[in-house]
């Protein structure tokens, strides 16, 4: 299993950018742009509560197992 990150929905339902984001996480667009696109290996616990209190969520909302499809 896999998580996807769902943040793109939530920071749009907003009406935020990707650099007011960035910002409230302290990190750059750029690296923004990774965890919205699902390029990042891991999230940092204060990331995912910045997360969710901007996006007014619970974890479970941010993120969505899935399955790995076999090769």
Do not use: H, W
């Amino acid at each position: 299993m896999t998580a996807k990150v769902n943040i793109k929905e939530l920071r749009l339902g907003k009406n935020l950018t990707q650099r007011q984001v960035a910002d409230l996480l302290g990190v750059t667009e750029s690296n923004y742009r990774k965890l919205e696109s699902n390029k990042v290996k891991s999230v940092s616990l204060i990331a995912i509560y910045k997360l969710c209190k901007a996006f007014s969520c619970t974890p479970n909302d941010l993120f969505e197992l899935v399955e790995n499809e076999a090769s």
